[in-house]
């Protein structure tokens, strides 16, 4: 009777698991240890920045948008902070505050264009973006500011072979889990992305939710800016194009198994597709792969991983007879409904009837 | 003339009044329920019930007129006001998310919290209560919707505005995807409302399900109230004449004078795909051949399987005596075949575009050649189906379901099909349409085109078809004579009585 089905995250722990495999191998060809301290803190250092931008865009991905500006938010922050500390020490908390109060009121910017204007996402957060590039570009020329070695260490330590940032980048993942599977708020963006007009019949107000993952994601992206400020030491205007993080943070949210139409996937897939995405860096860089072919790669597992899943959402209905015509059990669900509806159906029958004699 | 006179009503309308576009689908309207009562709304598509449903559910409002409930006057304006005051409506689209849960769907916008946060165990449980409540805890609270069944799927709708603790519950075609043993579960769930003392507002164009259901039925024709009357004082036919001024003898339209059978058009035999198997039938010029099944038997599977969607991987084929293999909707076009889909909003018309695009999707896409020729045809085509728009360029999704279906067949027709193949042809289109369709039935087979019909509504196959097959768990069971009795091809559907010496399916049962 359970109807089992195999989570998207499953899938993706399964492609991860495998990437591992393969890059172990291939890497221990050119006589290397994948597994070594080293190389696995390369991994996860890689991981943080693109993982905190993917658990804001898995947000904006759930709700039915995207979010292209997160490319000039991380510039942004990476600036801003910058700019603000002045090498001072004593200026960071302030510094990380009004960094994220800017991203999150860029975030609510492009919730407003998104619910109220009703702006198609991905051209609302293109127009903001552009805008965005258009600010950093005047009033910007090259690098600036002096981030204080304090922040700095933030990117520069870790615990064992941990980077502190993925850790952060963990910690805040679990905190959306909990917001998306523990709040209202997250259920009601899952019902948002998945269909607005249900969500809106079945009393959800549909601004909200949508709002806050946008304000959320322009946050996450502020964090980002923020650790690779701490990992530069100055605040630059085009670090966040260099990373191409909106397209690869999508890539990586899809990757995970989120629909991009809105309404399925998870925190964890987005974490998972991100940890594909630097496993399969990492083999490319230990084996010194052509930089443009690792693009190549990129691409190829992109499209890869998202054929598969299509290929999975395409099947509507259980097969009945198997090649030959073997029966396969057929459509298990209807079948196994079938005799508890018709013994529901007598049993409510018999007990309705006394009932009905005392209706006018 | 009305029971139960002496019960107040629980909700109470008057003097409805609602316009779109300057165009009136609503004229003045009074129409209430009691508690306990199963209320039937019927009337031909574009009568005005979904509109009037609509304005009881708080999705619009009315322009005129008062809506009363429980004594006091209410001027609900979003549907979740009216659903917390205990007005429920269950609508014709299923409102569930496929990707979450039964519970998660059923408090969807009021979930339980504890300490700020969604309390999943209380959910989950009410949820557990509440089917049991109904006597069907076999749907798990923790089941994603998109697992469900059809008919699961409509209990969950029922459970969700149980949830709200309604008084009120509307319908509207409740039915419309379910087979007949689970519109008896959906029967025994009313009556149990009914008994703790909920009003129904059931909304149906099954006259079947009208009459057994309602105490009491309404008839709205062109947004005008004809009348309201205790069931009992009302026959069938009667109700059909006040909904469309026409009587029921005139429902299923005799065969055309001179039609007759003919060579065999199409033949199968003994073809398979993963979902239905060793199906062999022959289908000849003049005949209007009808399936029957329930839901899921593969009847859906089985035209499709001979329109080239799933393609049979067994058995052979012949179109017109020639051995024919068609493996792709295109081939079927071009060996002259049509398949009217069962749900003609997602497979049979691009709602946003125009009445000619699509009377011309298939010609333009499989008979590019023919496309300027068969542009000229369109408003001969269409006139002589009727299809009432405000011209060939208004887009289909604002046309009435009746009218849309209209336009799915000038598609089809414009092909000059040979063979075609109808699935569901009449579901949630009105009676007038409904006997276009099945007139233009008899008009092919006149010409000598074969005509499949796959019908859920029993009477249809009846009373159209030359000859009946039955399906069951993906094979053809059974082959009966034009009118048959009901019970003869339920037996055979249900698998009540054993299939013709196959023992495939002994096992099974």
């Known amino acids: 009777m359970k109807r089992v089905r195999i989570d998207s995250t499953v899938i993706v722990l399964g492609i991860l698991i495998l990437a591992l495999i393969v890059g172990a191998i291939l890497v221990a060809t050119v006589g290397r240890n994948f597994f070594s301290a080293g190389n696995i803190r390369d991994i996860l250092t890689g991981m943080s920045v693109l993982g905190l931008v993917a658990i804001g865009q898995t947000l904006v991905v759930l709700g039915a948008s995207l979010d292209l500006s997160v490319t000039y938010v991380i510039s942004l922050s990476s600036l801003l902070a910058a700019t603000i500390m002045n090498g001072n020490p004593g200026n960071i908390p302030a510094a990380v505050l009004v960094t994220l109060l800017v991203c999150a009121g860029i975030g609510l910017v492009n919730g407003l264009i998104v619910t109220v204007l009703k702006v198609n996402g991905f051209i609302a957060t293109l127009g903001v973006g552009l805008i965005l590039q258009g600010i950093l570009n005047t009033n910007f020329e090259g690098s600036a500011g002096n981030v204080p070695w304090e922040f700095q260490l933030i990117g520069a330590t870790g615990v064992g072979p941990i980077p502190v940032s993925t850790i952060i980048m963990i910690a805040l993942a679990v905190v959306v889990w909990f917001l998306l599977n523990r709040t209202r708020t997250g259920a009601h963006l899952y019902a948002v992305g998945g269909d607005p007009d249900i969500a809106r019949l079945s009393g959800v107000r549909t601004r909200p939710p949508l709002i806050a993952a946008h304000v959320l994601c322009s946050v996450f992206a502020g964090l980002a800016g923020l650790l690779l400020a701490s990992r530069l030491g100055v605040g630059s205007p085009t670090v966040g194009q260099q990373g191409g993080y909106a397209l690869l943070s999508i890539a990586a949210v899809v990757l995970g198994g989120t629909l991009l139409l809105g309404g399925r996937g998870s925190i964890w897939g987005a974490i998972g597709g991100v940890a594909i995405l630097a496993v399969v860096d990492s083999v490319m860089s230990v084996m010194q792969v052509n930089p443009f072919l690792k693009d190549v790669v990129r691409g190829v597992v992109i499209v890869a991983a998202v054929a598969v899943y299509s290929r999975r959402a395409i099947v509507r209905r259980r097969p009945r007879f198997g090649p030959g015509g073997t029966r396969t059990g057929g459509d298990d669900a209807t079948k196994a409904a079938e005799p508890e509806m018709a013994a529901a159906a007598s049993e409510l029958a018999d007990t309705s009837t006394p009932a009905e004699g005392g209706r006018a | ?509």
């Open chain 2, 1 to 509: 003339m009305t029971a139960a006179v002496d019960t107040q009503a629980v909700l109470e309308v008057s003097g409805i009044r609602k316009s779109f576009f300057g165009v009136e689908v609503l004229t003045g309207i009074d129409f209430d329920v009691r508690p306990g009562e199963v209320h039937g709304l019927v009337g031909e598509n574009g009568a005005g019930k979904s509109t009037l449903m609509k304005i009881i559910a708080g999705v619009q409002p009315a322009d005129e007129g008062t809506v009363r409930y429980r004594g006091a006057e209410v001027h609900h304006t979003h549907p979740r006001q009216a659903m917390d005051d205990g007005i429920v409506t269950v609508f014709q689209e299923f409102t569930l998310l496929p990707e979450r849960t039964v519970a998660q769907n059923v408090y969807l916008g009021r979930e339980p919290r504890r300490g700020g946060f969604v309390d999943r165990r209380a959910m989950v449980t009410r949820t557990a209560e509440l089917l049991a409540d109904l006597g069907v805890s076999f749907i798990d609270p923790q089941a994603r919707v998109g697992s469900l069944t059809v008919a699961e799927q409509q209990i969950v709708e029922i459970v969700k505005a149980l949830s709200f603790d309604a008084r009120v519950i509307s319908m509207d075609e409740p039915t419309a995807a379910l087979s007949d043993r689970e519109v008896e579960l959906l029967y025994a769930i009313i009556r149990r409302l009914t008994s703790r003392g909920v009003a129904v507002i059931y909304v149906s164009h099954r006259l079947k399900e009208i009459f057994d259901l309602c105490d009491r039925i309404t008839i709205l024709k062109d947004g005008a109230l004809v009348s309201t009357d205790a069931t009992a004082d009302l026959t069938t036919d009667e109700l059909v004449r006040r909904m469309v001024g026409r009587s029921i003898q005139s429902y299923f339209p005799d065969a055309v004078e001179g039609t007759a059978v003919g060579e065999p058009r199409l033949e199968l035999e003994g073809c398979g795909n993963a979902f239905v198997d060793e199906v062999s039938l022959t289908l000849r010029a003049g005949e209007i051949v009808g399936i029957a099944g329930l839901q899921g038997s593969g009847r859906t599977e089985l035209v499709e399987g001979i329109f080239g969607i799933d393609p049979f991987a067994r058995g052979s084929m012949r179109v017109d005596g020639a051995p024919a293999r068609i493996t792709s909707a295109r081939a079927a076009v071009r060996a002259g075949l049509a398949l009217v889909s069962e749900d003609r909003k997602a497979q049979g018309l691009a709602l946003g575009q125009s009445v000619l695009d699509n009377s011309l999707l298939v010609i333009r896409s499989v008979f590019s050649a023919r496309t300027s020729p068969s542009r000229r045809e369109v408003p001969g085509v269409l006139s002589s189906l009727e299809i009432s728009s405000r011209g060939l360029d208004q887009e289909v999704r604002f046309l009435s379901g009746g009218n849309q279906q209209k336009v799915v067949l000038a598609k089809w027709l414009l092909t000059q099909p040979q063979i075609v193949l109808f699935d569901e042809p009449t579901r949630g289109i009105d009676v007038g349409a409904k006997y276009a369709v099945y007139q233009l039935m008899r008009d092919l087979a006149a010409q000598g085109k074969a005509v499949l019909m796959v019908s859920s509504e029993l009477p249809e196959v009846i009373g159209m078809s030359d000859r009946i097959l039955v399906m069951h768990d993906g094979e053809l069971v059974a082959e009966l004579p034009a009118g048959s009795a009901e019970h003869e091809i339920l037996g055979a559907a249900t698998g009540a009585i054993p299939p013709h010496d196959e023992t495939t399916d002994g096992g099974a049962r």
